[in-house]
């Protein structure tokens, strides 16, 4: 059971290039989400997918699209990365039920682009 | 969405209790207390969930008085590995599925 799993781990891009985050998760879980996180700072929510076969804009969506392949896969595409886009981006899953708020997070993509 | 605040960071000694609190004035009838942890280069972890009044857990408790518009952890006896940041997080659980992070309270334990 590997949880949530990211690749790649680092990735290193010029101003213009695109890439594809992927995300996996083998927990079963309904909901997905991508986050990015600034030096120093907390996480801003991109985009969350609360079931399969949906998507909705977070706070910072402005020049990423996802797409909920699966139930497991959340993948997070940069079409022309931008130096402001250079951050940790993290995916996390949850389980859909009432009492029950608790995420589990990857181990984060960290991207720079220069 | 509840907005929180929360203080920018706090400093302890090994072995004291560490209560960090958290102000979420609008927080909305259907809305629960979330508390997560994160180490540097690591994603957040969840520590603890409450409604109201007192929840205890192996790692921490998380007090809510009876208008909620707050709520505290509680670390007991921290040690060096619990220098962390800390995030409260008020979410609604009924189709609540967008999140929000604030900026967290970064704890730094000194021996």
């Known amino acids: 059971n590997a949880g949530v799993t990211q690749t790649p781990k680092f990735q290193v891009l010029k101003t213009g290039q695109s890439m594809t985050l992927q995300c996996a998760q083998d927990?079963?879980?309904?909901?997905m989400y991508w986050y990015r996180q600034d030096p120093g700072m907390g996480l801003r929510l991109i985009y969350y997918?609360?079931?399969?076969?949906?998507?909705d804009k977070g706070e910072v969506p402005n020049g990423y699209n996802v797409s909920r392949l699966n139930k497991r896969e959340f993948s997070l595409r940069l079409e022309s990365a931008a130096p402001s886009q250079t951050s940790v981006y993290f995916c996390?899953?949850?389980?859909?039920?009432?009492?029950?708020?608790?995420?589990?997070f990857g181990p984060g993509t960290r991207l720079t682009v220069t | 969405l509840a907005k929180t605040t929360q203080p920018i960071s706090m400093d302890s000694y090994e072995g004291q209790e560490v209560n960090i609190t958290c102000s979420h004035n609008?927080?909305?009838?259907?809305?629960?207390i979330t508390w997560y942890q994160q180490f540097p280069s690591q994603g957040p972890r969840f520590i603890i969930q409450?409604?109201?009044t007192k929840v205890t857990n192996e790692v921490a408790s998380l007090f809510i008085p009876a208008d909620r518009k707050s709520s505290t952890l509680s670390l007991p006896r921290v040690s060096l590995s619990d220098t962390a940041v800390y995030y409260c997080?008020?979410?609604?659980?009924?189709?609540?599925?967008?999140?929000?992070f604030g900026a967290g309270t970064r704890l730094f334990v000194k021996a």
């Open positions: 996390a899953s949850r389980d859909f039920g009432l009492s029950d708020y608790e995420q589990y």
């Open positions: 927990m079963n879980h309904n909901s």
């Open positions: 609008n927080i909305a009838t259907n809305d629960y």
């Open positions: 997918s609360a079931s399969e076969g949906t998507t």
């Open positions: 409450g409604y109201k």
């Open positions: 997080l008020v979410g609604d659980m009924i189709g609540g599925f967008k999140t929000i």
